[in-house]
Nanobody, 119 residues
């Protein structure tokens, strides 16, 4: 079965940096657009970033553009999110997910990793 295991979250001061990692098993990520999402307390899950199958193009939510960078290692089946200039409003549980090509939906989720940014 498909498993996604996110890691790398933690407590960081505003202006700091973190690198999140997502280990994927049960599918070959080179066949999928991969994305990161986040969910803050009391809010809906929201899109953060996505990266093409080959890693040659990416797309970001306006709220993180210029501060976050998504990358992937297809050989290792891992996806990463580099987060710089973190703000308190970035506090959330972060998830990675593969995009199902046929539907465009994101159907698989891990447990997420908590990122807390203090002011």
């Amino acid at each position: 079965q498909v498993q996604l295991v996110e890691s790398g979250g933690g407590l960081v001061q505003a202006g700091g940096s973190l690198r999140l990692s997502c280990a994927v098993s049960g599918l070959t990520i080179s066949n999928y657009v991969m994305a990161w999402f986040r969910q803050a307390p009391g809010k809906e899950r929201e899109f953060v970033a996505r990266i093409s199958r080959g890693g040659d193009s990416d797309y970001y939510a306006d709220s993180v553009k210029g501060r976050f960078t998504i990358s992937r290692d297809n050989a290792k089946n891992w996806v990463y999110l580099y987060m710089n200039s973190l703000r308190p409003e970035d506090t959330a549980v972060y998830y990675c997910s593969p995009q199902t090509a046929q539907s465009g939906r994101y159907d698989y989720w891990g447990q997420g990793t908590q990122v807390t940014v203090s002011s």
